[in-house]
C-alpha cells in the first residue's frame, strides 16, 4: 500500500527523534552507501536469488528514499541550527505525517466498509425447491422468453425434477 517515498519519512521521523548533527549526518553515509551498493548490485550480473531475498529494484528504490528523507532532515537541523532532530519542530515531516495518517484512516474506513460487505454477502439466505418435471420445462421455457439467466433458472437433471434459484 505504501511506496517507499512513503515509508521512509515515518521511519526517519520515529528512528532520528533525538539525534544529533553528528549522528544524523552517519545516517546520511550510511544511506548513502547502501543506496550505492544496492545500485552497483543492480548493474552486476544477474544472482538468483533465493524465496526469501528482498527485490534489488525495491531495495535501491527504499534507501534511495531513506537517504533522500536523511539528507533532508540534515539540511533542516543546519538551516535551523538544531542541536538535536524534533520530529514535532519539523514542520514539513508533520504535515506529512498528518496526511499519511489521515489516509491511512481512509483505507482503514474502506476496508471495514469491505470487510461488512463480505459479512453481509456470507448471510444471504439461497433457496432451493424441487419442481415436478414439467413445472421445470415451463419455468425453462418462461426463463428463456425472459432472458433470465442460467443461475436463475436452472435444472438439476433432465429426468423428473429440477431446481430453481431465486435472487435473496
Given at each position: 500500500m505504501w511506496s517507499a517515498d512513503n515509508v521512509a519519512?515515518?521511519?526517519v521521523r520515529r528512528q532520528g527523534e533525538g539525534l544529533s548533527v553528528a549522528q544524523v549526518s552517519d545516517k546520511v553515509a550510511e544511506?548513502?552507501?547502501?543506496?550505492?551498493?544496492?545500485?552497483q548490485q543492480l548493474d552486476s550480473p544477474a544472482v538468483d536469488h533465493g524465496?526469501?531475498?528482498s527485490d534489488p529494484h525495491e531495495l535501491a528504490e527504499q534507501w534511495g528514499a531513506w537517504h533522500a528523507e536523511w539528507r533532508r532532515n540534515a539540511a533542516l537541523m543546519d538551516d535551523q541550527?538544531?542541536?538535536?532532530?524534533?520530529?514535532?519542530?519539523?514542520?514539513?515531516?508533520?504535515?506529512?505525517a498528518r496526511e499519511r495518517d489521515?489516509?491511512?484512516?481512509?483505507?482503514?474506513?474502506?476496508?471495514a466498509a469491505w470487510q461488512k460487505e463480505r459479512q453481509g454477502a456470507?448471510?444471504?439466505?439461497?433457496a432451493q425447491v424441487w419442481l415436478p418435471a414439467d413445472v421445470?420445462?415451463?419455468?425453462?421455457a418462461i426463463a428463456a422468453r425472459t432472458a433470465l439467466s442460467r443461475s436463475r433458472s436452472s435444472p438439476n437433471s433432465p429426468t423428473s425434477s429440477?431446481?430453481?434459484?431465486?435472487a435473496p
Amino acid at each position: 500500500m505504501w511506496s517507499a517515498d512513503n515509508v521512509a519519512p515515518a521511519a526517519v521521523r520515529r528512528q532520528g527523534e533525538g539525534l544529533s548533527v553528528a549522528q544524523v549526518s552517519d545516517k546520511v553515509a550510511e544511506a548513502e552507501r547502501r543506496e550505492r551498493e544496492t545500485r552497483q548490485q543492480l548493474d552486476s550480473p544477474a544472482v538468483d536469488h533465493g524465496p526469501y531475498d528482498s527485490d534489488p529494484h525495491e531495495l535501491a528504490e527504499q534507501w534511495g528514499a531513506w537517504h533522500a528523507e536523511w539528507r533532508r532532515n540534515a539540511a533542516l537541523m543546519d538551516d535551523q541550527g538544531w542541536p538535536v532532530y524534533s520530529p514535532e519542530r519539523d514542520v514539513k515531516g508533520s504535515t506529512w505525517a498528518r496526511e499519511r495518517d489521515a489516509q491511512r484512516e481512509g483505507a482503514l474506513v474502506r476496508r471495514a466498509a469491505w470487510q461488512k460487505e463480505r459479512q453481509g454477502a456470507r448471510d444471504e439466505l439461497k433457496a432451493q425447491v424441487w419442481l415436478p418435471a414439467d413445472v421445470s420445462r415451463w419455468l425453462r421455457a418462461i426463463a428463456a422468453r425472459t432472458a433470465l439467466s442460467r443461475s436463475r433458472s436452472s435444472p438439476n437433471s433432465p429426468t423428473s425434477s429440477a431446481w430453481t434459484t431465486t435472487a435473496p
